[in-house]
């Protein structure tokens, strides 16, 4: 949940041809075992074929998050009705969250990150972007961003803050498993977008309590 949460911020979607008003990108997640252990080994096997869609209109958000077999979630915005529905899925059932936006907890700044610039160059889906290391609390996170892209977090923070660019591959070790996100669809406009963006909680689902 935590790392749909800071997925949040996501509004709006630029390009060297000018803004894109609403749009789709999708990000493969990959997963490998680092160390050898036999409850890395497991979860690394459920995480497979994880993903990430994103979903996006000047005032509306939907971001579905799978990780492999073990959960997915939806959670879906809409900023002109103050309004965000969060449904999840994993092995205790399926779960609804309905609240404001305002109540929606982001990332802080992380004041503490320190980042490396690489003139090192990669193309991702057309969009040519440079390397950049940032490190935070112990823990290095390898970015590979392009200026031909600009988002407005809206003052809310998901990627480093002194990052010079919108990251469209990027990868870190965490507990022994090593991740990497890299987009692998961007589409510039949205079919269906009153069924993409429904707040309607779907049947099976258990309402929990606002908070």
């Not at 911020?9 to 990000?27: A, L, M, P, R």
């Not at 074929?49 to 997915?72: C, V, W």
């Not at 779907?202 to 309590?209: E, N």
Request: charged letters at 20%; proline letters at 2%.
């Amino acid at each position: 949940m935590k790392l749909i949460i800071l997925f949040l911020s996501f509004i709006f979607f630029h390009s060297v041809n000018g803004q894109i008003k609403e749009g789709y990108i999708q990000y493969t997640i990959d997963v490998e075992a680092v160390d050898s252990s036999l409850e890395t080994i497991q979860s690394v096997g459920l995480l497979h074929d994880s993903k990430m869609e994103i979903y996006f209109t000047p005032t509306q958000l939907r971001i579905d998050f799978t990780m492999g077999r073990m959960s997915s979630s939806k959670m879906i915005i809409d900023y002109e009705k103050d309004t965000s529905v969060a449904l999840m899925t994993n092995v205790y059932g399926n779960y609804a969250a309905v609240s404001s936006v305002n109540n929606l907890k982001y990332q802080k700044k992380d004041e503490s990150s320190s980042i490396q610039l690489f003139e090192e160059t990669r193309v991702i889906l057309g969009y040519t972007c440079k390397k950049a290391i940032v490190s935070s609390k112990g823990q290095q996170t390898t970015y590979w961003y392009t200026t031909q892209i600009k988002i407005d977090f809206k003052g809310n923070e998901f990627f480093a803050t002194n990052l010079p660019g919108f990251p469209l591959l990027f990868s870190k070790i965490e507990k022994g498993v090593y991740m990497e996100y890299q987009a692998s669809n961007i589409m510039k406009e949205l079919n269906n977008k009153v069924e993409i963006f429904s707040l309607k909680v779907p049947k099976g689902y258990t309402l929990m309590p606002k908070q």
